[in-house]
């Protein structure tokens, strides 16, 4: 995934979109590929700013608005409010929202692509482009423990 983005490859691929490779593009491009996860731009100053690079709140926005229009930075809007970023060229992933603790955690599951697939084909279409967001809560206790209610009694009384 990202965090085995080389930043020598991402910075070669700036040039051959027309930016310049500016001391505060590398430091945008080295937080995201070293693999912190969907930051918005607060996060990313303060992951640029833990790297001893000092770096604006409006340089931040300038640097992920041209890496997103030339395609290697995406932007990601989930209902959670603020934009947050990640690098294009990660793997195919879907995203599931924790919608009590903000977290978003990445998953693929072939599964799902099958079903989108055949879905779409049945509508007679081909997946150019998917979105997937979950919004969930923690499930009590963790499903990795052995469900208990061997009475299997649910109705309300
Ligand atoms: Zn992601």
Partial sequence: MAGTTDIDTLVQECRANGLKATENLRAVLAVLAEGVRHP?????????????????????????????????????HFETGKSRYELAKGQM????????????????????????ERVAAKLGYRIVRRRVELYAVRIEPRPSLPLTGAGGKDEAT
């Fill in 40 to 76: 918005d731009v607060e996060e990313l100053r303060r992951a640029v700013e833990a790297r001893g690079h000092r770096i604006a709140l409006a340089s931040v926005y300038r640097v992920v608005a041209q890496l997103t229009r030339v395609g290697i930075v995406e932007t990601r």
């Fill in 93 to 116: 992933h879907d995203h599931l929202v924790d919608i009590d603790t903000g977290d978003i955690l990445d998953f693929h599951d072939a599964a799902m692509d099958e079903i989108e």
